[in-house]
């Protein structure tokens, strides 16, 4: 039986519901060095601590995509606590039914759907229209492109279309983001294991009085990054580390970023000693976690244009799609605009707060540019699932019965419904529904093999 996790399920979905938005009031977690006030469902579900870790891994799977985290969670309860009821044989039956009914239930989603108007996006968060009005505008801006959330000089939202080139790093002991203005580039071809290895690049930054430096390396060892930040630090060199994406072309992916900034890829056994001209520019550069957005100077356009071009030459005589798809990509990143939206704040804490709402935010409204939108999840979950006697029928009204019981009123108040029905990304939804049944479905046909590894 699926008793001995039930436990953990209950658990969770009960500080969900509490936490859940139709009770109105407020709920903390606390911890000793902070607390978070209304947490959504991915905090909640990442403060716990359950006995069988399989269930909150489980449970942040449904968490993760944008809203309607706690209502998959709801959904995915309601689903095991019924299918805990059956023999293990009688389940494999009942899961062939829930598996085809679950095709229904996405169909008439789909069909409830409707195209999603500004208002629509605008309701998704009435307490900071202007966030909102400024993601719709980069989405619409990007035509399905990246979207690039930052921090802000002041409150406005500011939006971008940028011809900035945003790519993946391994970025090295930052912990928040960091903005160089006008900084030179060093790429190095080969690992960085001794400080002698870069001090001539150093030294040379005196040429170039009050300009950061940024060095870029297939790997650099600890010793150079701690006496790098040690020089930072006495503010004898403003200078930053950064490595390569760990990829099979990361040297193609240095060429690149050379041809984009006008810097050399510097190997010491072909260019011997390194000099000025090795270095490249850039207007700006941003390092964030595991991401770099490079905004360049107007003198690189040329040789962007022709290592974008040599890309794309190669790919057409490529014989393999992946590596094709690869070398176009890489192509389409040096000659594409990115579209990027600066968040700020009255306070720091304020403009984080800012962040990572409109991360969540971007999700909804991106999902709704492109999938429309329903008269909302509660609902329409309710009114699905209220003519099936099913345990899948059940599963979807779960949500609604939580919003009930939280306002403490019946269940069939019409009032709650009514009240619940604000515009809900379609996409989202379907994913809702898909992943709350394949997560119920698996961790129920497999439990004997959990609770042996758990116990």
Not at 52 to 62: A, C, E, G, P, Y
Not at 165 to 180: G, K, M, T
Request: glycine share 8%; aromatic share 4%.
């Amino acid at each position: 039986m699926i008793g001995p996790y039930i436990e953990d399920i209950n658990k969770i979905a009960r500080a969900l519901e509490l936490s859940h938005a139709s009770r109105g009031g407020m709920v903390s977690i606390i911890r000793p060095s902070s607390y978070v006030l209304n947490p959504n469902a991915l905090s909640t579900i990442n403060a716990w601590t359950p006995k069988h870790k399989v269930i909150q891994t489980s449970m942040l799977d449904l968490a993760q995509g944008g809203d309607g985290g706690k209502t998959a969670v709801f959904i995915f309860q309601a689903l095991m606590q019924e299918l805990g009821k059956l023999p293990i044989n009688q389940r494999l039956e009942e899961r062939q039914k829930i598996l085809s009914e679950t095709d229904q239930v996405l169909d008439l989603i789909r069909r409830k759907s409707r195209p999603a108007s500004e208002e629509d996006k605008r309701s998704l968060e009435r307490d900071d229209l202007g966030l909102v009005s400024a993601l719709n505008e980069a989405v619409n801006l990007s035509n399905g492109g990246h979207i690039s959330l930052e921090a802000g000089e002041s409150r406005d939202v500011k939006v971008d279309q940028t011809d900035s080139l945003i790519s993946e790093i391994v970025s090295l002991d930052y912990e928040q983001d960091v903005i160089l203005k006008g900084p030179m580039i060093a790429l190095f071809g080969e690992m960085l294991m001794d400080f002698e290895q870069i001090l001539e690049t150093m030294e040379l930054m005196g040429t170039f009085e009050g300009r950061p430096l940024l060095i870029c390396a297939p790997m650099i060892s600890k010793k150079i990054r701690s006496a790098v930040a040690l020089n930072r630090n006495k503010g004898t060199l403003e200078c930053y580390l950064i490595e390569g994406p760990r990829v099979s072309w990361g040297k193609g992916w240095m060429e690149d970023l050379g041809a984009f900034t006008g810097a050399t890829v510097y190997e010491k056994n072909l260019h011997g000693v390194f000099a000025p001209t090795h270095y490249g520019s850039a207007l700006e550069i941003t390092l964030k976690h595991n991401e770099m957005i490079v905004d360049p100077y107007e003198d690189h356009i040329e040789a962007t244009a022709e290592r974008a071009e040599r890309l794309l030459l190669e790919a057409s005589s490529c014989p393999h799609t992946h590596t094709r798809d690869l070398l176009q990509k890489r192509a389409y990143a040096l000659l594409g605009s990115l579209v990027r939206v600066k968040i700020g704040g009255v306070t720091e804490l304020e403009a984080k707060v800012r962040r990572a709402k409109a991360e969540k935010l971007l999700l909804s409204v991106s999902d709704m540019h492109k999938n429309g939108c329903i008269e909302g999840i509660l609902p329409v979950l309710g009114e699905i699932g209220k003519d099936r006697n099913t345990i899948l029928g059940k599963a979807l009204r779960e949500p609604w019965n939580v919003a009930c019981r939280n306002l403490k009123t019946y269940t069939e108040d019409p009032k709650v419904l009514e009240r619940a029905r604000h515009p809900f990304p379609t996409g989202r939804a379907l994913d809702i529904i898909r992943k709350a049944v394949a997560n119920a479905l698996t961790l129920s046909m497999v439990e004997r093999e959990i609770l042996k590894r758990t116990r």
